[in-house]
């Protein structure tokens, strides 16, 4: 039978994934598929790398990424193929899994498909044994997500990876769905990270819409967390500065990004916020142009539609 899916040629394209399709994976998770004690004796005979340990520490750390992105992770050291190669080498050993995005849940993944990795029981040993990470709180069962949020996953991803690639020597810390509370609610941005500009620490609290998202869940979602951009609640958090956060809007495209100014000024109080897209946040984070600014209407004018300037945010530049 005939059907959809998200092929291999769109890899690079997150926008190209639809919000109601279906994971298939290539093997279904169990505690049993691998003991820890071959995991760990894989890594001590040399049969796991040191860069094997980096990649699955990687999916702990962003749940999803593409071989392109994992490419983009080594700085691009390897060619494409080499890391196909060893990511299906760590999906047999059952450190990691792989999944493909189709409006149905299929026996096999189709050989065209885009493949999409993710952490498995024994990627989970591996990160327990020889990282310092908690993994008490991983259950597989984060992997299972509707299409809608594995590709805002790898939004926050593309967006990790393009920071690290503009000021990776800034970056302090950077994490993905962190739980807070703010103006008596529980609220769970996109992402947070906290970078060097001079002597001064600075944080950004960070938001992923998607087409269509605009004027219904991204507006829910931030007026939700407006008290932390607005009140002293921020402070509980972040509490080694004297400035509250800033807010970053990533949005899929222009349009959806303008919608999104429009949501944030007319609904809510936030006045720290710039907007970037899917496509812009390609270039380093620097330059003119990865970033934009809402432009507010002025009634009587030519400028009286609301609009986006391209702008460059002098934090981000190279050194």
Not at 10 to 38: A, H, L, M, W
Not at 68 to 73: E, M, P, R, T, V
Not at 268 to 291: C, D, N, P, Y
Request: contains cysteine; glycine residues 6%; charged residues 25%.
């Amino acid at each position: 039978m005939a059907f959809n899916y998200v092929k291999q040629k769109d890899e690079g394209i997150i926008s190209k994934i639809p919000n109601d399709y279906r994971q298939t994976f290539r093997y279904p998770f169990s505690v049993t598929s691998v003991s820890k004690n071959s995991v760990i004796k894989m890594k001590m005979d040399g049969t796991l790398t040191e860069r094997d340990i980096k990649i699955v520490h990687f999916l702990f750390k962003h749940t999803f990424a593409t071989a392109l992105q994992i490419q983009k992770f080594f700085g691009g050291e390897d060619n494409y193929q080499s890391i196909k190669n060893r990511l299906e080498k760590l999906v047999q050993y059952r450190l990691i899994n792989v999944f493909s995005l189709g409006e149905l849940e299929t026996e096999r993944i189709e050989p065209d498909a885009m493949l999409i990795y993710c952490l498995d029981f024994g990627g989970k040993y591996i990160v327990s044994h020889f990282t310092n990470e908690d993994t008490s709180d991983w259950f597989s069962s984060v992997n299972i997500q509707g299409s809608e949020n594995v590709a805002r996953d790898l939004m926050i991803t593309d967006f990790y990876l393009q920071l690290m690639d503009s000021i990776p020597d800034r970056v302090e810390h950077f994490k993905k769905n962190p739980p807070m509370r703010a103006g008596g609610s529980n609220i769970v941005p996109a992402f947070e990270f906290s970078y060097k500009f001079g002597f001064e620490k600075k944080y950004v609290v960070g938001e992923v819409v998607r087409t269509g998202e605009a004027y219904i869940q991204f507006k829910d979602k931030i007026q939700k967390a407006e008290p932390l951009f607005t009140t002293q609640a921020w402070k509980k958090y972040y509490v080694d500065v004297e400035m509250p956060p800033i807010l970053i809007v990533m949005a899929e495209d222009d349009y959806t990004a303008l919608d999104a100014g429009i949501v944030v000024t007319n609904g809510t109080e936030v006045e720290r916020f710039v907007l970037t897209t899917s496509e812009r946040i390609q270039q380093q984070f620097g330059e003119k142009g990865a970033f934009l600014r809402f432009v507010k209407p002025v009634p009587g004018t030519a400028k009286d539609k609301p609009m986006l300037a391209q702008t460059a945010i002098a934090d981000f530049k190279a050194e």
